[in-house]
């Protein structure tokens, strides 16, 4: 891997877009590489939880890259769409949660690649947006469903078609990040917050993100159906026996 750096320490994966001279910019290179790395996390038993930032100060990842976009036609801007897509959803069903750092600018699809996270913290310089009008596209990653999917569609479509980026501390308000930090505060904050979930049972917690996940395009029965299903695989588990045992057992009477 040229393009993407990971680190891995104590559970955690540290995903690193490394294109920091053209700001993080996804081409067809990195978007591959990407698909890749987060396919090899899913299976890796000794990675409980995973962090996504971008190399250097200013950007966690400024779009796709234009240049590549610039002589699309019909047939290979779908193409590219599904690419960024195909990323996006795998990034977003990965059996176990991703955190996104942004460390700077998140536009196109760098936001988008965001909203595929199960969380997202900015540093408080960040920028994000979905400019993709002002260059005569639409968001093609995902962006036009997950973005009403997450704000509702009337905050998503001011996003969307005025193209205006929004500050850290706006996107805060407005629920489109968890969290603001200082810029060297981004990652030791995200890893306090992936420490906190590695400490909890795991297989609880790749079930509660797939009842989120797979929920949220449910009506309302059917969600509840799979709520009760997934209830039912993490009810006869070792970890929740402990789990129990732990909780019970601290709070036996001391008599
Ligand atoms: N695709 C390809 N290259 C990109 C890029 C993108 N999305 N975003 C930035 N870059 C490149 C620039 O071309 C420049 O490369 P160069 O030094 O070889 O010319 C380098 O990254 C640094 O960017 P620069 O524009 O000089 O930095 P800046 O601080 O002046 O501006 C931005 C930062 C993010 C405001 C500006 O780069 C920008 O608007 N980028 C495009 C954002 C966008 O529209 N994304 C959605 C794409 S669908």
């Not at 060297?184 to 297989?203: C, F, H, P, W």
Request: net charge negative; glycine share 14%; charged share 20%.
């Amino acid at each position: 891997m040229e393009l993407v750096e990971v680190q891995k320490d104590g559970g955690v994966a540290t995903v690193v877009v490394n294109r920091p001279d053209k700001l993080n910019a996804l081409n067809g290179a990195v978007i591959f590489e990407l698909i890749e790395t987060f396919q090899g996390l899913g299976g890796d038993e000794d990675v409980g939880a995973v962090i996504l930032t971008g190399a250097g100060e200013k950007a966690f990842i400024a779009g796709a890259d234009i240049g590549e976009l610039a002589n699309q036609g019909v047939l290979d801007g779908k193409d590219n769409a599904r690419h960024g897509q195909r990323l996006t959803t795998v990034i977003e069903n990965l059996p176990k949660p991703v955190l996104a750092a942004i460390n700077g600018y998140a536009l196109g699809g760098g936001l988008e690649m965001a909203l595929a996270c199960d969380l997202r913290y900015a540093s408080s310089n960040a920028r994000l947006g979905l400019p993709e009008v002002s260059l005569g596209i639409i968001p093609g990653y995902g962006g036009t469903q997950r973005l009403p999917r997450l704000l509702g569609s009337g905050r998503a479509l001011e996003m969307i078609l005025t193209g205006d980026p929004l500050k850290a501390e706006e996107a805060a308000a407005i629920g489109l990040v968890n969290g603001v930090f200082a810029p060297s505060e981004l990652l030791a904050g995200v890893r306090t917050v992936a420490d906190k979930i590695l400490s909890r049972g795991r297989t609880a917690v790749a079930l509660a993100k797939q009842a989120v996940r797979r929920g949220i395009h449910l009506p309302m029965a059917e969600g509840l159906e799979l709520e009760s299903d997934l209830f039912g695989m993490v009810s006869s588990t070792e970890e929740m026996r402990e789990g129990m045992s732990a909780f019970l057992e601290k709070r036996k009477p001391q008599w």
